[in-house]
């Protein structure tokens, strides 16, 4: 099953190949908001997310816009390991620089209602945040 934009329901699960790699990849929510003050994007769970996973956040069209791991994730201001559907969570993202305005650079900004995936197969996480 390939994930394609618009056609995301909670809880779906597809296979994604992007280049010579592939993974399988798990919709556990959406973007709500992005802090940039902290680095931090909103999540609307629908799935459940722990610390150290793999995940993926993409854009509507399913392209994609963060991939890293779970390494600070926040509730009500206060650190959790683990988050079920249902809960509001920040997590700690690494949104690349824009060398000319010296702000982050927009494409890679998490917008609201983006899709966020938690990658399944371990040995395809992604290791860090790339663009």
């Not at 099953?1 to 394609?4: A, G, K, N, R």
């Not at 998490?110 to 209602?113: E, H, L």
């Given at each position: 099953?390939?994930?394609?934009a618009g056609k995301v329901e909670p809880g779906s699960v597809g296979t994604v190949e992007e280049g010579s790699?592939?993974?399988?990849e798990e919709i556990i929510g959406h973007v709500l908001r992005f802090f940039p003050k902290w680095g931090a994007v909103g999540i609307d769970l629908t799935g459940t997310l722990k610390r150290g996973d793999g995940i993926v956040i993409r854009r509507k069209d399913g392209s994609e816009c963060l991939s890293g791991r779970v390494e600070s994730m926040h509730q009500n201001w206060k650190p959790i390991p683990?988050?079920?559907a249902g809960c509001a969570v920040g997590i700690k993202v690494e949104v690349p620089i824009d060398p000319k305005t010296e702000r982050f650079d927009t494409a890679f900004v998490?917008?609201?209602?983006f899709h966020v995936f938690r990658v399944l197969d371990p040995q395809l996480?992604?290791?860090s945040s790339s663009g």
């Open positions: 099953m390939s994930l394609q790699s592939t993974s399988v683990e988050a079920e998490p917008r609201p209602g996480s992604p290791a």
